[in-house]
C-alpha cells in the first residue's frame, strides 16, 4: 500500500477566510518559513498550471490538478520513481461552528514512495512540515 501523510487542524474562521489566506502566496514569508508558493495566480490557478515550490529547502514544479473552494491539489513526479498528489482542503467544520477543518495531506505512489512510510524518517519529517504549516495558517486566520 502506497503512504499516504494527511494532517489536519480546527480553524475558528470560515473556509473563505481561510482560502483568502492561504492563497495570498506572496505573504507566507510574513508567518511561514519552511513553505513558499512562487509563479502563480493566488485563487485563480487553474488547472494545469504550473508552481514553483519550496518545501524545507526541496525545490519541485507541480502541476495543479484541481481549485475548488474545497480543495487545491497538485502532483509532482520524477516518473516511475516517485509521485506526490498534494491536497489542502477547507471543509465546513462540524466541530467549530462557523469554522473550518483545514486538512493538508499527500498520496505518494512510484518505487521510492515507500520512503514517506510512517516508520521512515523521511514520512515523519514531512508530517511534522504539514502540522508546522498548518499551525502557522491558523495563528494567522485567526490574529492570534
Known amino acids: 500500500m502506497a503512504p499516504k501523510i494527511r494532517s489536519e487542524i480546527e480553524i475558528s474562521r470560515p473556509p473563505a477566510e481561510v482560502r483568502s489566506v492561504f492563497f495570498d502566496f506572496s505573504r ?4 511561514h518559513t519552511g513553505f513558499n508558493i512562487a509563479g502563480h495566480k493566488g485563487p485563480e490557478t487553474t488547472k494545469g498550471d504550473k508552481l514553483s515550490v519550496n518545501a524545507g529547502g526541496f525545490k519541485f ?4 490538478l ?3 473552494t474545497e480543495e487545491f491539489r497538485w502532483i509532482g513526479s520524477i ?4 509521485e506526490g498528489e498534494h491536497y489542502f482542503r477547507f471543509e465546513e467544520s462540524k466541530q467549530t ?3 473550518t477543518t483545514f486538512i493538508n495531506g499527500e498520496d505518494f505512489a512510484g518505487l521510492l514512495s515507500f520512503l514517506y512510510g510512517p ?3 523521511s514520512g515523519k519529517q514531512t508530517l511534522n512540515m504539514f502540522q508546522a504549516f498548518n499551525e502557522s495558517l491558523k495563528k494567522r486566520v485567526e490574529g492570534a
Open 61 to 64: 514544479s507541480p502541476t495543479v
Open 66 to 68: 484541481a481549485n475548488s
Open 28 to 31: 507566507y514569508p510574513e508567518w
Open 119 to 121: 516508520t521512515w524518517s
Open 79 to 82: 516518473p516511475y520513481i516517485f
Open 97 to 99: 461552528p462557523g469554522g
